[in-house]
């Protein structure tokens, strides 16, 4: 999921906002569900300067998005989360992590699937110059991404700041760690391929497969079809030794949580399941209004 380069497409800002439901904090998710349509027209209206005839058509398909989404993804949320508290409470397995996270992307490549059909429609309508203005935003957002992932500093300086942030991740949902338990995420990705690297290799190659879609956008079925799958399926066109770098790197993500929730103290653990819990709860009453 992190391979969709930002603002990549009408279809990315509709898919994206909408799963915001999953990523944002408990204590805004209430108040920031709500104004979703304000935030996708405002997102997509920074990539393609949208005109004010598409700016009304992007607002009408995301209502009908969001209000799906309300109706049928919400209760599935919490039923994942909730099946996810129940895994934590028999006590964490490492394939339990990796369930947890497959169940992530696979609700993500639901909601781009569903949002395929609105984007494609729209992107049909997009200008020249529209499309200028979308290689101009890329180019500032590619800047930014070498910036704040520190591509220009070294190997060993760039692995400090990856550990940083899963460290950051990881507190997110547990609390503080101890520094054992830093000392266990930093030593789950020693080794690992330079995965911001990778990353900014993905970005410019799924624009550019972007723009090639774009090409082939006078043929609305057909472009549908094609755009649902990319968005959907962003691991393909990796070259081998990329997707098995990718993997690896996966996997250690994988270790590092695991290595952590094996090691959890009761107000650690206590922490995670309120967590957990508020979501669901969240979750559960955004779907009933």
């Keep these: 999921m992190s391979c969709l380069p930002r603002g990549s497409a009408i279809a990315a800002a509709l898919a994206i906002a909408a799963s915001l439901a999953v990523l944002a904090g408990c204590t805004m998710l209430r108040l920031g569900y709500g104004q979703l349509d304000t935030f996708a027209v405002y997102r997509a209206d920074e990539y393609f300067d949208l005109d004010p005839r598409q700016r009304q058509d992007f607002l009408a398909r995301f209502e009908r998005l969001h209000e799906w989404h309300r109706r049928e993804q919400l209760p599935e949320y919490a039923a994942f989360l909730t099946e996810a508290r129940a895994r934590l409470e028999r006590g964490v397995t490492r394939a339990d992590v990796s369930w947890l996270m497959a169940g992530v992307e696979e609700r993500f490549r639901t909601l781009a699937r569903r949002g395929a059909d609105d984007a494609a429609a729209l992107l049909a309508t997009v200008t020249p110059r529209q499309i200028e203005h979308l290689k101009a935003r890329w180019e500032k957002d590619n800047r930014r991404f070498v910036r704040e992932h520190k591509l ?138």
Excluded at 215 to 238: I, M, T
């Design 152 to 289: 220009d500093a070294s190997r060993q300086e760039r692995r400090s700041a990856r550990v940083k942030r899963l460290v950051s991740r990881i507190e997110n949902w547990t609390g503080d760690l101890e520094p054992e338990q830093q000392q266990r995420v930093a030593a789950a990705v020693a080794g690992t391929p330079s995965l911001e690297r990778l990353r900014h290799h993905e970005r410019l190659r799924r624009q550019r497969e972007f723009l090639e879609l774009l090409e082939q956008r006078d043929d609305r079925s057909a472009f549908a079809a094609r755009l649902r799958h990319w968005l959907a399926n962003w691991e393909e066109g990796r070259a081998p030794e990329e997707a098995r770098q990718f993997q690896e790197a996966r996997e250690r993500s994988i270790d590092a949580y695991y290595a952590v929730a094996r090691t959890l103290s009761p107000a650690q653990h206590a922490h995670l399941a309120n967590r957990v819990q508020g979501y669901v709860g969240d979750f559960t009453v955004l779907a009933g209004r």
